[in-house]
């Protein structure tokens, strides 16, 4: 018949068990998540630089011939993504729209222009590339202008730097304390069998045969979590794509294929080297030091 303080030793095995398992599925769901953010890092800066569109107007005198031999020229543009031609008449209609009144009533002209709106690759929405681009348009002397949001592309690129270190840094962070906290709850766990490992090691048995065991719990505890985290992640991935299809989350399959392994080996990494350190921590003590 069981004894009630060995039913208690079980529960509190049970509830060390569960507290590594626990601890272990929340740092490895934080680590995934950081990780899919920083593998779709990329492509998120990058759509919202596309965005960004460059307006080229052009004087009203240029010719149809003249605008259509520039929109010719950018179609073979490595710098464009895409654009679209607003005529002059196109621009009115979506300005009454935008301010609910008919300008053109009280000047009697449309003083609007034929217009490119450009949207440029992301690897060109950069100060530098945006103004040799801007001098290359203006060779064409048609063109009588060309504005986009200078502030809005300075500051994109300086916040993708900024976002970018705080993401190292953050990952580095969380990195350690997965390791300590897991580490912790491993300690706990080996903590209550200290009395086993220093009998054991009494009677001749040897280091790696006594770790041996632990690890391998250790590991099993590790794998679960590690799932746990897993299965976690792909639902909030499904989530964020049935939700949000034009972020395009789960495109780069291979990428997103590697961050859930790499959740995986993780589990079984810091769980196995978490073991290896606290039982070592044991194995080193004195009889003395154990009470």
Same mark, same amino acid.
């Given at each position: 018949?069981?004894?009630?303080?060995?039913?208690?030793?079980?529960?509190?095995?049970? @509830? @060390?068990?569960?507290?590594?398992?626990?601890?272990?599925?929340?740092?490895?769901?934080?680590?995934?998540?950081?990780?899919?953010?920083?593998?779709?890092?990329?492509?998120?800066?990058?759509?919202?630089?596309?965005?960004?569109?460059?307006?080229?107007?052009? &004087? %009203?005198?240029?010719?149809?011939?003249?605008?259509?031999?520039?929109?010719?020229?950018?179609?073979?543009?490595?710098?464009? &993504?895409?654009?679209?031609?607003?005529?002059?008449?196109?621009?009115?209609?979506?300005? &009454?729209?935008?301010?609910?009144?008919?300008?053109?009533?009280?000047?009697?002209?449309?003083?609007?222009?034929?217009?490119?709106?450009?949207?440029?690759?992301?690897?060109?929405?950069? %100060?530098?590339?945006?103004?040799?681009?801007?001098?290359?348009?203006?060779?064409?002397?048609?063109?009588?202008?060309?504005?986009?949001?200078?502030?809005?592309?300075?500051?994109?690129?300086? %916040?993708?730097?900024?976002?970018?270190?705080?993401?190292?840094?953050?990952?580095?962070?969380?990195?350690?304390?997965?390791?300590?906290?897991?580490?912790?709850?491993?300690?706990?766990?080996?903590?209550?069998?200290?009395?086993?490992?220093?009998?054991?090691?009494?009677?001749?048995?040897? &280091?790696?045969?006594?770790?041996?065991?632990?690890?391998?719990?250790?590991?099993?505890?590790?794998?679960?979590?590690?799932?746990?985290?897993?299965?976690?992640?792909?639902?909030?991935?499904?989530?964020?794509?049935?939700?949000?299809?034009?972020?395009?989350?789960?495109?780069?399959?291979?990428?997103?294929?590697?961050?859930?392994?790499?959740?995986?080996?993780?589990?079984?990494?810091?769980?196995?080297? @978490?073991?290896?350190?606290?039982?070592?921590?044991?194995? %080193?003590?004195?009889?003395?030091?154990?009470?």
């Amino acid at each position: 018949m069981i004894s009630k303080f060995e039913r208690f030793q079980k529960r509190r095995l049970l @509830s @060390s068990y569960f507290s590594v398992v626990l601890s272990i599925f929340l740092v490895l769901f934080l680590l995934g998540i950081l990780g899919l953010f920083v593998i779709n890092s990329k492509k998120l800066s990058d759509d919202f630089k596309e965005e960004i569109a460059m307006t080229v107007f052009f &004087k %009203n005198d240029a010719q149809d011939s003249t605008l259509t031999a520039f929109g010719e020229e950018l179609k073979t543009a490595r710098f464009a &993504k895409d654009f679209r031609y607003v005529p002059r008449e196109e621009a009115a209609e979506e300005h &009454k729209k935008v301010i609910g009144e008919d300008f053109m009533e009280f000047l009697g002209v449309n003083p609007l222009q034929n217009s490119y709106d450009i949207h440029l690759k992301a690897d060109y929405v950069v %100060n530098d590339s945006i103004e040799k681009i801007e001098r290359r348009l203006k060779r064409n002397e048609m063109v009588s202008d060309i504005v986009y949001d200078k502030q809005l592309v300075t500051l994109v690129n300086d %916040n993708i730097e900024k976002i970018s270190m705080w993401i190292l840094i953050v990952s580095g962070f969380l990195a350690l304390v997965a390791v300590l906290l897991i580490n912790s709850s491993m300690r706990l766990s080996i903590h209550s069998n200290r009395f086993i490992i220093k009998t054991m090691q009494m009677v001749g048995a040897t &280091k790696s045969f006594i770790r041996k065991p632990f690890i391998w719990r250790s590991i099993t505890l590790g794998i679960i979590g590690a799932v746990l985290a897993v299965i976690a992640l792909i639902g909030v991935l499904f989530y964020v794509e049935t939700n949000y299809p034009n972020l395009g989350i789960i495109e780069d399959q291979v990428m997103v294929g590697a961050v859930l392994i790499g959740v995986v080996l993780a589990g079984i990494l810091i769980s196995w080297i @978490s073991t290896f350190i606290a039982t070592q921590r044991f194995l %080193n003590l004195r009889t003395d030091d154990l009470y």
